[in-house]
């Protein structure tokens, strides 16, 4: 490890600006509400055809529309606040209540390097949701699609409580002296935040805001898109049982690895800011449920071909396949080899997520890099299948709009983003040993070409 990063890791210090700085995070802030709200315009109001004018004649019709719009459809309600905050607070109940194993994280320098303990129950809080909520379904107490009747109020309740949230992270981290590389710009440390790891005893909010608000939210807005269309066309077409696989792969593989994601970079080194609360609370739910929305809208969706379906059930299973086994062997040699591995039988345990006797490079940095398993192949092989998913979501709903691959555009400069962020600190924490690894792996994405 160089000396700039040894004293940057022991300080735990602000080093430098990342996204623009204050005028970036500034605007990525008011885009982001924006981008949210003109994704859920175009699903629901414009048959998921981008929503611009057509000559200057247009604007101020248009705009008008959308103000029409947001104040007749999206205005928080008595009710759409009832049923996202009490979702919140029966997430918040099951994180606190359900049984599951214990798992430590990565060494914290703020703390001491002593590693943080997270108790992980997605699994028990994932299988408890899916039975109350398809009870209160079938029950007639609150039939699912009501929320995408609800869903520009829902909506606009979400974003409304992620900046509430977003608020109290920041002046609590003050007003209990816990802040972390600090800026010193307010601005752009609201954005980043200023509480590395806010928790009471084992509960971690930032840990149950990436797990269990962003995910679970998500697959649920999209079963409400597939009851909504059961009630609409008596049944659920090809495409949308497709996102019903692909939300739930997802959904399930964030509860059923739990004990892993508290090694990633977003647990151990993101601060709990508005960055992360608004894409966890709102933008992941809310702009990665757009394809399932866009399904529902078109009433009896098919694909244009058996061969098509089955073509896209297959890379999507492939992908998540390896994405799957490639984040748990990275995850799981990490715990092995801090001998704090837990054996867990969570539905699926795939072939080749743990690797036996795996080969890794020691560096000076003191934390080994695996060379090994799918890590062999390419850098970052688990955002090249990451990516290919999100491809497949767009893919799924046909050629005919844009809008269902805004997805797939935005994840893939997020994560070209995230790749330099990644490579930059690693050239700064390991040095000439990051050198020697490249060497090793000289691909980043895709073997053999990139």
């Keep these: 490890m160089t000396e700039r990063a040894r004293a940057e890791d022991a300080d735990d210090a602000h080093s430098a600006y990342e996204f623009g700085g204050p005028i970036g995070t500034a605007l990525i802030m008011l885009g982001s509400h924006v981008f949210v709200y003109y994704v859920w315009l175009c699903v629901f109001f414009n048959d998921g055809a981008q929503l611009v004018p057509s000559s200057v004649h247009d604007v101020r019709p248009l705009a008008r529309f959308v103000m029409r719009t947001l104040r007749d459809e999206a205005a928080p309600t008595w009710y759409a606040t009832q049923i996202y905050v009490l979702f919140l607070v029966f997430q918040l109940v099951l994180a606190l209540t359900m049984p599951g194993v214990m798992s430590k994280g990565l060494p914290v320098p703020s703390e001491n390097n002593q590693p943080l303990t997270y108790r992980c129950n997605g699994v028990a809080s994932w299988y408890v949701t899916l039975v109350v909520v398809l009870g209160l379904h079938y029950s007639g107490l609150f039939p699912l699609q009501t929320v995408l009747d609800q869903f520009g109020h829902i909506l606009t309740v979400s974003a409304i409580m992620s900046n509430v949230v977003s608020v109290a992270a920041y ?74 696989l692909a939300h739930g792969l997802y959904t399930n593989a964030v509860m059923k690895g739990e004990e892993c994601i508290v090694t990633t970079w977003d647990v151990f080194y993101e601060k709990w800011g508005w960055m992360l ?24 969706m098919e694909h244009a071909s058996p061969w098509i379906s089955a073509a896209l059930f297959v890379t999507l299973v492939g992908a998540y396949y390896i994405w799957d086994t490639s984040q748990s062997q990275k995850d799981r040699f990490r715990m092995e080899l801090k001998g704090n ?10 072939p080749w997520g743990t690797l036996r006797n795996p080969k890794f490079l020691t560096t000076a940095a003191g934390s080994p890099l695996l060379i090994d398993g799918w890590w062999r192949y390419a850098r970052k092989i688990h955002y090249t299948m990451d990516t290919i998913m999100a491809l497949t979501w767009g893919l799924n709903c046909g050629i005919d709009h844009a809008l269902p691959y805004f997805y797939f555009v935005f994840f893939f400069s997020m994560i070209v983003h995230r790749y330099i962020r990644d490579a930059e600190r690693c050239q700064r924490k390991y040095g000439k040993d990051w050198d020697r690894y490249c060497r090793i792996v000289p691909y980043i994405f895709i073997p053999y070409v990139i």
Excluded at 192 to 198: F, R
Excluded at 200 to 205: A, E, N
Aim: proline fraction near 4%; glycine fraction near 6%.
């Design 171 to 244: 002046a609590s981290a003050f007003a209990l002296k816990r802040t972390h590389r600090m800026s010193g710009n307010h601005v752009y440390d609201f954005f980043m935040g200023a509480w590395l790891n806010p928790r009471f005893g084992y509960f971690d909010w930032k840990f149950w805001a990436e797990t269990r608000v962003a995910w679970i939210t998500l697959f649920l807005l999209t079963l409400a898109a597939a009851m909504k269309q059961v009630e609409m066309d008596g049944r659920v077409g090809t495409p949308m049982i497709f996102m019903l």
């Design 277 to 300: 609360i608004f894409w966890n609370f709102t933008g992941v739910p809310f702009v990665y449920c757009a394809q399932s929305y866009y399904i529902a809208m078109h009433h009896k």
């Design 341 to 350: 591995l837990i054996h867990r039988k969570t539905f699926p345990q795939l």
